[in-house]
RNA sequence: GCGCCCGUAGCUCAACGGAUAGAGCAGCGGACUUCUAAUCCGCAGGUUGCAGGUUCGAGUCCUGCCGGGCGUGCCA
């Protein structure tokens, strides 16, 4: 991969929040380290949480590598660096153990006293970065014309939280919906809305019938192309047939490891191929036993084709289909809105395709003038050395396509923004694409932007297969949302039911607690789990009251609350009263530890794009506050002063845990 | 064929090249006259797909193999 310009890299520094306990020791680390090496930072990078509570809360782990560079033992590397240190106001112990680690327990007065700043402080604690970037964020992107479906979530509910954190240290970010309204898709429905279209039922629910005759038009041309398709399948499946059987006879009773192998490959690609005609084959059928169906499909045998026409019509300027699509897009975009409204997600900019069309010829020009790009074959793409396949950016009909839009848009965003680094939350497939992209905006001269493909995985059903309802359609994710909220009503209900003094909620709140409830759980899903990785959909995992959940979190926040309302505590008073925090039992002490790391989760979670690295911190945290909550009596608490203290730990955890849901875009509820 | 990604406990998943690989579910055993038991505490469960290599140190990096997913010239 030698052609691929490497994406700039940054490093915590730039992140890092100047109170956080980890810089503030990376500090004091640096000057000890200064002296010993000309790459202090590398040493710096192995300042971090312990893994393990047994070698204390920090370690620095530098002493191994940088003892072999010095040609010195390790311990004895890390046993000057320590000699050096000034440490005794922050750590009650510095220990050089092992091969050559360094294990920090903090004073238990330096916790307190970042708890104790952090009472008073509206950000938690969490200073805001030194150098704010400036970042564009790429998500959701909905195409106006289909459905949007449960693969939209991750998108949407990733770039959101990526956005919530940025912004939270104070980066300036500007997030910007690339929705898809002026490809293919649309010539389908103008194509749709000109031959099949029920003129009542779309003044009634124009979203509807427009959707309804996307779905119509996409069987049918799947019906022609698939006629096509069947019979070359078919006549492959009879070959690799034959090929397997003339293999198993040549093989003979005792075959070879690599003919063993070839076997089992010939045999897995006819079983893919019978798959693959059964599938479509029951597609057909589908079609053809329908009689109003055949008809349809008989009538309209060049329908790709006039699709495309539309399609180019639209894109030429056509008046009428101009004219519809200026009709339908409103009706669309508030049916996304909607969504979006029930999600809680919001955007800067709403930039679609049509947005760049003016500027897309100029592009193709640009590049060809440039010699970035070339003719071949009547179309025009961008030949990368060492890639198979082009980047096209102009097809033989003269169309562009979304690389010439994706193009065009970056050259957009770097002329009006000027972005530190645009982000791109897109699922993984398109991996190749955005290689092409980057290296090509490369070509083009923008060296100095930070260009981040967020890839993610697909979500799958149980079968391990992308998520599909039994009849093989895409699941809407309106459909999602009511079902999450709908489960979760019942489990709102079957709580409140069982509370030892009665129920406490009216059918109003609970409906309300059931909204939020539900929607928290099918964000925290997405967001708890590695983004890189498939994840398997859910809703009786994502609606769980253990583990790491939404629903554990919220309960964990609303137990918290209760707390106060219990004791009839006035928590701006509390907050004011200038009353100590301490930690007298580990209990007390980890929980405070881990409410002092918020900041430190949030440089984490931005440091790979991962908000699952924000998630993994909040259910610690939530467990820390639920052993202390069995351990520590906070309004009997044995004097005044520990019922002080332990009620702005409570305090402190509740609003981390709000914050922290916050930033990845989730409510809390105040009573569950 | 080529390219990218993945393979960790029975299941679903964590783990910023660092110490004895962690959670949750499921299983087993405990804890509600006590601030929400939607909870907590404990036990058990592993040759991190296989084989090499680099490194003081590898689930993590490199090579090969096995298994899976995705992509692969005019959809987005």
Known sequence: MGWALPNLVFSLQTLSDPMSILSELKQRFAAALAPLTDKPDDGLDMVRQSQDPRFGDYQANFAMSLGKQLGRPPREVATEVLGQLELGDLCESAEVAGPGFINLRLHDAWITSQLQAAV????????????????????????????????????????????????????????????????????MILYGFHHFRDDEAYRGAPVVELARLYRLVRQLIDYHQGKVKLPKLQERLAQQTANLEDQRKAAGPSPDKATKKALRRAEAEVGRLGDEIDALAAKLKAVDDDPALARLAAEH??????????????????????????????????????????????????????????????????????????????????????????????????????????????????????????????????SMHFEHLFATVRLLGYRDVELEHISFGTVLGNDNRPFKTRSGDTVGLEGLLDEAISRAGQIVETNDDAKPNGPELSADQR??????????????????????????????????????????????????????????????????????VVLNTPAERALGLAIVRFGEAIDLALLDYRPNQLTSYLFELAGCYSTFFEQCPVLKAETGALRQSRLLLCDLTARVIRKGLDLLGIDVVEKM
């Open 120 to 187: 008073t402080d509206e950000r938690l604690g969490v200073a805001e970065v030194e150098r704010p970037r400036t970042y564009v964020i790429d998500y959701s992107a909905p195409n106006v014309a289909k459905p949007m479906h449960v693969g939209h979530i991750r998108s949407t509910v990733i770039g959101d939280a990526l956005g919530r954190m940025l912004r939270f240290l104070g980066h300036r970010v500007i997030s910007d919906n690339h929705i898809g309204d002026w490809g293919t898709q649309f010539g």
């Open 511 to 580: 409906q309300r607690i059931a909204e939020r409830v539900g929607i928290a759980a099918l964000k925290y899903a997405d967001l708890s789990q590695n983004r890189t990785s498939d994840y398997v959909f859910s809703y009786d995992k994502m609606l769980a009251m253990n583990g790491n959940t939404a629903t554990y979190m919220q309960y964990a926040y609303a137990r918290v609350r209760s707390i106060f309302a219990r004791g009839g505590v006035d928590v701006d008073a509390l907050r004011r009263s200038g009353a100590k």
């Open 301 to 430: 045998a060049d329908i790709d084709r006039a699709v495309l026409v539309e399609t180019a019509k639209l894109h030429a300027g056509d008046e009428g289909n101009l004219r519809l699509w200026k009709e339908f897009l409103p009706c669309c975009l508030d049916e996304i809105q909607r969504l979006y409204d029930r999600l809680g997600v919001t955007f800067d900019h709403a930039l679609g395709e049509s947005f760049y069309n003016e500027w897309l010829p100029g592009v193709v020009e640009k590049l060809l003038a440039r010699g970035i790009a070339q003719e071949s074959n009547g179309a025009i793409g961008v030949f990368l050395p060492g890639q198979d396949v082009p980047m096209l950016i102009r097809k033989q009909d003269g169309a562009f396509l979304y690389a010439t839009t994706d193009l065009a848009t970056v050259e957009y965003r770097m002329k009006h923004w000027k972005p530190d680094a645009i982000l791109y939350v897109v699922d993984h497939r398109q």
